[in-house]
T-cell receptor, first 113, second 114 residues
C-alpha cells in the first residue's frame, strides 16, 4: 500500500477553515484517498474519500492534486468539536482482500476558541 | 441502527487470565475488522473477515490471540493467556459491499491487564 505523510499537529481558530495536507507521492492508479478522524477515546470516524476529482460532503471537502501525489482535507468552518486526530489513508478500491485500512500517525488538529 | 456494538467497554484482568472481547457488526455488513490501539504503536489491524471468513490475520501478534466469526452478526477476539503488554483499546469495525467504502467503528474495549 502507498504510504502517506502528514504533519504531526496543526492549530486552527474556531470558525476558520482548517486545511489538512497529506502527501502520497507513491499512490497507484487504483488507490483511493480516504480520510478518517478520531476524537479522543472514540472509534475512528469516516469523513470522505476520492480518486482524482475533488469531493465534497456535509462534513468536509477533499482536494486532490492533478498528479494525485498530494491532497488536502478542508473543514470549512471549524468548531471545537472538530478537535481530533485526522488520518489520511490510501487504499485499493474494490479489490477483494484489500478492504483493510492501514492507519498512520495522523495529524492532531486542535481548534482554538 | 445502533452501530457497531462492542462489549465490554472496559475490562481489567489479571495476567494469565483469559479475556474475550465481543463485537456485533452493523446488520447487513459483510466485512469485519479488529484493530488494537496503543500509544506506542497507534492503530494496528489485527485481523479482518469477509463473509465470516478470515481473510488476513497477519496482524495477530501471536498464538495467544484468536478471533472467530461464527455468524454474520457476532465476532469474538480472545486472548489466552493475557499479558500486561496486551493492555490497549481494541476496536471492532464493519463495512458493507464490494467495493467497500467506509468502515464504521465501535466505541472500543479498553483492556487493562495487571
Amino acid at each position: 500500500d502507498a504510504k502517506t505523510t502528514q504533519p504531526p499537529s496543526m492549530d486552527c481558530a474556531e470558525g476558520r477553515a482548517a486545511n489538512l495536507p497529506c502527501n502520497h507521492s507513491t499512490i497507484s492508479g487504483n488507490e483511493y484517498v480516504y480520510w478518517y478522524r478520531q476524537i479522543h477515546s472514540q472509534g475512528p470516524q469516516y469523513i470522505i474519500h476520492g480518486l482524482k476529482n475533488n469531493e465534497t460532503n456535509e462534513m468536509a471537502s477533499l482536494i486532490i492534486t492533478e498528479d494525485r501525489k498530494s491532497s488536502t482535507l478542508i473543514l470549512p468552518h471549524a468548531t471545537l468539536r472538530d478537535t481530533a486526530v485526522y488520518y489520511c489513508i490510501v487504499r485499493p478500491f474494490g479489490v477483494f482482500g484489500n478492504e483493510k485500512l492501514t492507519f498512520g500517525t495522523g495529524t492532531r488538529l486542535t481548534i482554538i476558541p | 441502527d445502533a452501530g457497531v456494538i462492542q462489549s465490554p467497554r472496559h475490562e481489567v484482568t489479571e495476567m494469565g487470565q483469559e479475556v474475550t472481547l465481543r463485537c456485533k457488526p452493523i446488520s447487513g455488513h459483510n466485512s469485519l475488522f479488529w484493530y488494537r490501539q496503543t500509544m506506542m504503536r497507534g492503530l494496528e489491524l489485527l485481523i479482518y473477515f469477509n463473509n465470516n471468513v478470515p481473510i488476513d490475520d497477519s496482524g495477530m501478534p501471536e498464538d495467544r490471540f484468536s478471533a472467530k466469526m461464527p455468524n454474520a452478526s457476532f465476532s469474538t477476539l480472545k486472548i489466552q493467556p493475557s499479558e500486561p503488554r496486551d493492555s490497549a483499546v481494541y476496536f471492532c469495525a464493519s463495512s458493507f459491499g464490494t467495493p467497500n467504502t467506509e468502515a464504521f467503528f465501535g466505541q472500543g474495549t479498553r483492556l487493562t491487564v495487571v
